[in-house]
């Protein structure tokens, strides 16, 4: 195995509670994995060496919720929101339509784009959800597309009623064959429960998917409370969820709810940017005591944007973090969001996986919004 001695670090941050920051720091990578992390000067030998001149450097961004496997384009609704239309999911169906009408390699090669994408903004992993498709084959061909590109794969059958099915039938569809079709493509289900929404689904609904799913092997994750004060949230936590993600309109009880649970609160900056909404406080959620994630929510309705440095900047800016508390958020938090321990940290025998930034601190992600500082470490050291 060969191992490789990165040196020129000016800050490292390693979401390590024995060592969160170190300056002027070194990491052996063994292989896929870290095996030695600490100051410069301390640094062992290894085959090879990078000089990252300094920079710093961070655990890869883990986005946890994303939507890529879609066609078509909605940017005429999101101006339109931008002049006061309000969200309530019914463009889902325009998006349904272009991605029917996608082959294969067409879909294959718009994910991998938008995949590409992340990786150059420092996103090494990335969980992507169907929901496009809402029919058997559609829905399988999505989950199937994905999983080219990630393990965290999530089946969202469940995200609106197609309009040429009754709710009641679709809810079988998608808790019955639907879902016997989709599992053994998917690491997760997941419910859009709003009943904001005409088009998605209730708490009974939401419950009834759910018990289907973790009954077919799946783990579960949730969107919830994101278009008006509703359940999810507090079915997420009942149900055991992973994480609940949105959390836009949250109440006292939610937020006593989350902090009594292992159920990851996971906040949507973009969504807020881009369906003009009130962003919710992650300051409060972080007094509570509540475990928080950052991702992106990319999808072509209400944030078509694949930038995690974008979330962090809003997520400091509207929602009352700092710097630091999201970048974990970012980093620690959503891998927690996926129960993942072998990423978000950068500490001995975790995955080698690093985000470099062009900029001598982490705060820089905040402090130059829109500006591509993020790379991954393999852009800026080919192999
Ligand atoms: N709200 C549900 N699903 C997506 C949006 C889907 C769409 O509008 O295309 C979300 O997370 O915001
Ligand atoms: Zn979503």
Redo the contacts with the bound molecule.
């Keep these: 195995m060969t191992t490789t001695l990165v040196t020129g670090i000016a800050e490292l941050l390693t979401n390590d509670p024995e060592r969160e920051i170190v300056e002027d720091a070194a990491v052996v990578l063994a292989g896929d994995t870290i095996g030695w992390v600490g100051p410069a000067a301390q640094a062992p030998a290894a085959d090879e060496a990078i000089d990252l001149g300094g920079r710093a450097v961070i655990p890869g961004f883990v986005d946890s919720h994303s939507?890529l496997v879609f066609a078509g384009d909605r940017s005429a609704e999101f101006a339109a929101r931008m002049t006061g239309e309000p969200y309530d999911?019914g463009?889902?169906a325009t998006?349904v339509a272009a991605t029917r009408a996608a082959s294969d390699d067409e879909l294959r090669a718009l994910v991998a784009h938008r995949v590409e994408e992340m990786h150059h903004q420092g996103t090494t992993t990335v969980e992507i959800k169907s929901g496009y498709g809402l029919t058997i084959d559609d829905e399988v061909r999505a989950l199937k597309i994905a999983r080219e590109f990630t393990t965290e794969t999530t089946y969202l059958g469940a995200?609106v009623v197609p309009s040429d099915a009754t709710r009641e039938a679709y809810v079988d569809l998608v808790a019955g064959p639907m879902l016997r079709a989709c599992a053994p493509h998917a690491r997760w289900i997941d419910v859009?429960c709003e009943p904001h929404s005409p088009h998605a689904f209730d708490a009974d609904e939401t419950r009834h998917i759910v018990a289907a799913g973790r009954a077919a092997g799946l783990r579960i994750r949730l969107?919830g409370n994101?278009i008006g004060h509703g359940p999810g949230v507090q079915v997420a936590v009942e149900v055991g969820a992973a994480s609940v993600d949105h959390c836009t309109y949250l109440s006292d009880d939610d937020i006593a709810a989350l902090a009594g649970s292992d159920t990851v609160a996971t906040l949507l900056p973009g969504?807020e940017f881009s369906t003009r909404s009130p962003y919710p406080s992650g300051r409060r959620l972080l007094d509570a005591g509540v475990s928080i994630a950052l991702a992106s929510?990319c999808?072509?309705?209400?944030c078509y944007s694949s930038s995690m440095p974008l979330m962090i900047a809003l997520a400091v800016r509207e929602m009352g973090l700092t710097p630091l508390e999201a970048v974990r958020a970012a980093t620690l938090g959503s891998a927690r969001a996926l129960r993942r321990e072998d990423i978000g940290v950068i500490a001995v025998g975790k995955r080698a996986d690093l985000t470099v930034l062009d900029a001598p601190s982490y705060r820089h992600l905040a402090y130059r919004p829109g500006v591509p500082i993020a790379r991954s470490l393999d852009e800026v050291s080919p192999s």
């Excluded at 999808?299 to 209400?302: A, C, E, I, W």
């Design positions: 939507h999911g463009g889902i998006t995200h859009f969107h994101q969504v929510d999808n072509p309705g209400t």
